[in-house]
Nanobody, 121 residues
Framework: QVQLVESGGGLVQPGESLKLSCAPSGSISSVYFMGWYRQAPGNQRELVATITKDGTTNYADSVKGRFTISRDNAKNTVYLQMNSLKPEDAAVYYC???????????????WGQGTQVTVSS
């Protein structure tokens, strides 16, 4: 069964950087829309950034100019470079991808298990 595997979370101080990565655990046919979402305690899950297969990006206003989403289509991997991190960026970050496991399958949305980002001095 295909899973999205995230990595790169951790504890940093305000102003520092982190880079998250996410890729499917097994072989797949095609990956389309990919994105990052986050959820802080007591809050709803919110969109952080998304990227289409041709590289069109979209960002939440709160992260524009600080975060950069990118992808490597050859590796089916999506990245989130987070710079100038703030305490309010602390959350569990989830990867999302719309993908087709095998040729002929329907495209489905998959979620990663989440990776914790903590920003604290």
């Amino acid at each position: 069964q295909v899973q999205l595997v995230e990595s790169g979370g951790g504890l940093v101080q305000p102003g520092e950087s982190l880079k998250l990565s996410c890729a499917p655990s097994g072989s797949i046919s095609s990956v389309y829309f990919m994105g990052w979402y986050r959820q802080a305690p007591g809050n709803q899950r919110e969109l952080v950034a998304t990227i289409t297969k041709d590289g069109t990006t979209n960002y939440a206003d709160s992260v524009k100019g600080r975060f950069t989403i990118s992808r490597d289509n050859a590796k089916n991997t999506v990245y989130l470079q987070m710079n100038s991190l703030k305490p309010e960026d602390a959350a569990v970050y989830y990867c999302n991808a719309n993908l087709r496991v095998r040729t002929g399958d329907v495209v489905r949305a998959y979620w990663g298990q989440g990776t914790q980002v903590t920003v604290s001095s």
